[in-house]
């Protein structure tokens, strides 16, 4: 089962903090959401509010079209699962994952086959005669998804769910939770500080901070074209390079920055028309900028910088620079692993136009 | 406009600390104040009089056998708590260094094992032993130490033999439980700054184990000071303290009003030992 | 290695010497309820348990031993049932004047018995309530919740909140969450809660002398034998007390304490 579920202005403060500010959001029946940003940015508190653990300060909340602002976790359409997995310790597996269904007035018999069933699609039927304390993470992890979706949930929240796992274990439980939504087709929203993760399991991601939504779209749109500088640095490393709008016209705007001067499509600002006059902020990820002279037309030439310090990363090289135009600036950019990099090496920069996004520079309250 | 979440939570909250709170409030809070009142009152003819006055409290400092059981009940009390530290102490460091770890646990069960004896029972048996013709006087009188029986019993050192047997395994119990949660590392790095085995106990263990001491002390003073058996027992009728007073008041005299006013000195001189003692007091909480 | 065995041959001679003066008055008790005389005091004239015989056919005494059983399970099991739901709502729940209720939750054991039975005394009095063996519960069960609030309150930890938590989310009402969840994770705490309470109980005397009247517990009655002095049959009682309890305490703590580890 799958339900939309929908937020609309909620505010929730305890004493003087504002955990959430005003914050809607639309979320389509099936969808896999993850809302990300940074510890007391309000993400866990959003689903606290839709799992039914906290009552929004004003605004709100429907899933599947009912009213659900101030129902009890146990009456909602939704299950949550904790990031400490939050297991029955005296209960064996199967119970634990027939937990819900027996609340539910269920036979064992019928409950025990169903929660089999569960055990079977996250892999561990037969350590159904198990206690948690006998698992490891990532097995406990199984079993708490397992017991969430054993009651048919319209909605699945995850709270940080991956947060106490290692690496490698994360980034195998994230595939068999995106293989698992598809497959039960309920609506996740799941949280996590972790942007990797995000862009690894979501349909669409929440970028949220300081309780309110900074962006949100899919993937790789909240990748290559953010709408905030702080979605830009939350998503993954990006160089900021201050400008001005010197001018505009219907398909372009001409920006001056220390680098030089460039002309953008508009489409280059994502957060809105540019005027002249406006202070922004250029944002380019390292690995969009190439070696000029490559002869493509498109390029935006950021003139040449100073190598100052380099890191084999493995699939790339990882660069510091110092432009000439801005001695004070420092770039980072990512070279091939083919690269003939050298310390103190002069380097002329550039960048296809289509990769660099223009944003509204910060303004004192930010 | 509905309850949010929070407050039908609050509202079921309220409903299971209610239970406690309203037995503790029915059961001991108002026959608190009630006694307090009581005491203000006065027994006149064989009536109680509900005329507000001071005349018991004032009557305690008067009458010198009211107020002996005070100077009885707080000597009696310091000389247990002060002997019971001073015997315990040895016994817990003893079970916690000096025993095998694993025989610990066993040690220190038979070390309160006669906690298990009934408490009335526990005074009757000292009387077994102090008592004229008891185990003491006659072991005494047939190695021909004596030739009369001593007079052990019916008196306050057979008072503060008893006490002092329960409080020893009382705080045995405390001090253990203190030592056993210090770190080697604390005598280690006294050993290595040069202090000898003296000098690390004196200023390393026994300061760390003061919390646990004070506790224990502390608990000794609270149940020693209002306790009522172990005195009638063992101590006679030439030292009676503060309890054995308030029980004359309430058999014989059935002077509810004075028996109150003894009462509430006696929770007074418990609230001052625990101002005293309340910078070493840590009462645990989750 | 001279100082070690110093300390050493010390330490021995100072636990034997303290550990027989804790164990001298109930080696003595123990040993002459077996006196084949009328008198509990040396000389041992030889083995009888007549005493024991005596004990047994004591109507009063044995119909006191059933007393105190009765007082001390259900005072135990009012204590514990109303010490946990208050732990519950004061661990789980915000609530205003949280401390306050924790303070007086806890202020009867910073009192002494004697204070606590007058109270009850002078207000059941007021009342014209009669005294019986639910006066003595009641009383009992005063001085107990303290207790096992204080117990079972430390030991409901931050981590079984989400557990909780996630019970409820699963559909399990207040009630079952206690049943089902709550309870069995605190089970070791909520059983040491219950057998302290049950040995306070029932080995409590004066709540029980001034809150009785025709129906007495153990202590009480036992006060009374005391009346006619030194007498075998004190020590068959009280003997007979101390082994079941010694005998029911190692029970528990070879199968029941066991298993919770070396706490």
């Known amino acids: 089962m799958t339900a939309a579920v929908s937020v609309q202005n909620a505010t929730k403060t305890f004493g003087m903090f504002t955990a959430l500010n005003d914050v809607s959001l639309d979320i389509e029946a099936g969808e896999f959401i993850v809302l990300l940003g940074p510890s007391g940015c309000g993400k866990t508190t959003l689903l606290s509010i839709l799992g039914g653990f906290l009552s929004p300060t004003n605004g709100r909340i429907s899933i599947g079209g009912r009213e659900m602002t101030h129902v009890q976790p146990a009456n909602r359409p939704t299950t949550t699962m904790f990031q400490d997995y939050a297991l029955f310790p005296h209960m064996k597996l199967r119970d634990n994952v027939g937990f819900g269904l027996r609340m539910r007035g269920m036979a064992k018999a019928a409950r025990d086959e169903k929660a089999l069933g569960f055990l079977d699609l996250v892999g561990l039927r037969a350590a159904a005669e198990k206690k948690p304390h006998e698992l490891s993470g990532g097995q406990r992890q199984r079993v708490a998804l397992a017991r969430a979706l054993a009651v048919d949930p319209d909605v699945l929240l995850l709270d940080e769910p991956l947060g106490a796992l290692d690496l490698k274990l994360r980034r195998q439980m994230q595939d068999e939770l995106k293989a698992i939504q598809k497959r039960v087709g309920t609506t996740f929203v799941h949280v996590t500080h972790d942007q990797e993760e995000a862009m690894a399991i979501a349909d669409r991601i929440v970028v949220m901070n300081q309780g309110r939504i900074e962006d949100i779209g899919a993937p790789a749109d909240i990748y290559m074209r953010p709408r905030s500088l702080f979605s830009a640095g939350f998503m993954g490393e990006v160089n900021f390079i201050p400008g001005r709008v010197a001018d505009v016209d219907p398909v372009s705007a001409q920006i001056e920055t220390a680098l030089g001067t460039m002309t953008l499509a508009r489409s280059a600002f994502t957060a809105g028309a540019p005027f002249a006059g406006q202070a922004v902020t250029l944002c380019i990820r390292p690995e969009h900028f190439r070696r000029a002279g490559n002869g493509t037309a498109e390029l935006v030439t950021l003139g040449s910088a100073q190598m100052t310090g380099q890191a084999f990363f493995g699939t790339h090289y990882r660069c510091h620079l110092r432009p000439q135009g801005a001695p004070d600036l420092s770039i980072i950019a990512h070279m091939p692993q083919s690269a003939h990099v050298s310390e103190g090496e002069a380097v002329t920069l550039a960048v296809h136009a289509g990769d660099v996004v223009v944003l509204p520079s910060a303004t004192k309250d930010a | 406009m509905s309850m949010t979440l929070e407050q039908s939570e609050q509202r079921k909250a309220w409903g299971f600390v209610a239970p406690a709170l309203a037995w503790t409030l029915a059961f001991f809070v108002v026959p608190f104040l009630f006694m307090v009142a009581m005491s203000l009152w006065s027994r006149q003819s064989g009536a109680i009089v509900r005329a507000w006055n001071l005349d018991n409290y004032l009557a305690f400092f008067e009458k010198a056998a009211l107020f002996k059981g005070l100077v009885n009940s707080l000597e009696i009390t310091l000389i247990v708590t002060v002997l019971s530290v001073v015997l315990a102490y040895p016994l817990a460091w003893i079970i916690a260094e000096r025993v095998p770890k694993r025989f610990q646990r066993m040690a220190l069960i038979m070390a309160v094992l006669p906690f298990w004896t009934s408490y009335v029972v526990r005074s009757y048996s000292w009387l077994l032993v102090l008592s004229k013709n008891g185990v003491v006087n006659q072991t005494l009188m047939t190695v021909g130490l004596v030739g009369e029986p001593l007079e052990l019993a019916s008196n306050r050192t057979a008072t503060v033999i008893g006490f002092t047997h329960f409080f020893v395994m009382l705080l045995t119990l405390t001090i253990y439980a203190n030592l056993i949660q210090l770190s080697p590392n604390y005598r280690r790095a006294a050993a290595d700054l040069g202090a000898n085995a003296f000098e690390t106990f004196w200023h390393v263990i026994v300061p760390l184990t003061l919390p646990g001491i004070m506790t224990g002390a502390f608990l000794t003073f609270v149940l020693c000071i209002g306790d009522y058996v172990t005195p009638q027992i063992l101590g006679g009728n030439n030292e009676l303290v503060l309890p054995q007073i308030i029980m004359l008041q309430l058999g014989r005299r059935a002077d509810f009003p004075m028996a109150a006013a003894l009462s509430i000195i006696l929770m007074l001189a418990v609230t001052l030992a625990y101002v005293l003692c309340a910078r070493w007091l840590k009462i645990e909480r989750a | ?263």
């Open chain 3, 1 to 263: 290695m001279l100082r070690n065995v110093l300390i050493s041959t010390a330490s021995w001679v100072y636990a034997t010497l303290i550990f027989g003066f804790i164990f001298l008055p109930v080696a003595v008790l123990v040993l002459f309820s077996f006196q084949d005389g009328r008198l509990p005091v040396p000389p041992f004239n030889g083995f009888s348990t007549q005493w024991y015989t005596a004990v047994f056919a004591d109507r009063k005494l044995m119909a006191a031993l059933l007393n105190s059983f009765v007082v001390a399970l259900f005072s135990s099991l009012i204590a514990c049932l109303l010490g946990f739901l208050a732990a519950y709502a004061l661990a789980r729940h915000k609530l205003p004047g949280s401390a306050l209720q924790r303070g007086l939750l806890i202020a009867p054991m910073t009192v002494s018995y004697l204070i606590i039975a007058l109270g009850l005394l002078t207000v059941l009095n007021a009342f014209g309530i009669p005294l019986s063996l639910s006066t003595v519960g009641i009383g009992h069960v005063v001085i107990n919740l303290p207790l096992c609030f204080a117990i079972i309150y430390s030991s409901m930890g931050d981590h079984h909140v989400n557990i909780e938590r996630a019970a409820r989310d699963l559909g399990a009402s207040d009630i079952k969450v206690m049943v089902l969840v709550t309870a069995p994770m605190l089970m070791p705490s909520i059983l040491a809660a219950f057998f302290l309470s049950v040995t306070f109980s029932w080995d409590e005397f004066i709540i029980a002398f001034l809150l009785s009247r025709f129906d007495v517990t153990l202590p009480v009655e036992i006060w009374s034998l005391l009346r006619s002095g030194l007498n075998p049959k004190t020590n068959a009682i009280g003997s007979l007390v101390f082994q079941v309890s010694v005998a029911v305490l190692m029970l528990l703590e070879f199968t029941l304490f066991r298993k919770t580890g070396k706490s």
